[in-house]
């Protein structure tokens, strides 16, 4: 049975987390004080709505209580990441994943029940400078144990094709997260985008699957034991 995630507080990263959670095919429920945060995402989640995280009545009566991991992504309002957080721990959350503006707000969520800190402007610039431009994306697959993201090379039998001629999650059951062409990265690809010579797919998938994809189009490294330890590596982090 497939968790239900939750995520409170709508900013970039907390879109991000949502967004990428329910076209996985994730239940997800997603909750802001602004009503306009509330609009722009309310179209692509199981459930959208208006809350105050700091009431914990609200949250048990906004379904926030049946989720299995809660995401609390509230930006610079420190007061009521912490209230949320431990409101959450209260109504019996098993997993709580909060953001933190710095070592010191994440000691006290730590203190008060977040299972994980995330720090997404420090990871970010990790990311971005060594793999990726998506860092919220892969703050997201750091909690599903599940699945791994890998950059491949697009197949040469690829090329000029879309993503809805490839048909590569009914085919594989992968995703293709992202495009990378040149120096842009195409987030959420359109299906009828069309895969280029230069291009790099930053595919999603579930373990087995990736590597079944990457041994059928040769994209494995020759030496197993090489994949496997930077998949390892990589990914091993989970819930």
Known sequence: MKKTFGV???????????????????TVIAGDKEELDIQHIKDYVSYAVQIDATDIESLREAGFKNCDVVIVAIGEDIQSSILATANLKDIGIKYIVAKAQSEQQGRILAKIGADRIIYPEHDSGVRLANQLTQSDILEFIEVSPEYIVKEIKVPSTFVGRSLRDLQLPNKYRILVLAIKRGRMTHIIPSVDERAGLQDVFVIVGKRDDVIHFMKKFKLLPTREGALRRVLNTAFRKSI
């Open 8 to 26: 409170i507080g709508l900013g970039r990263f907390g879109s991000s987390v949502a967004l990428t959670l329910a076209k996985l095919g994730y």
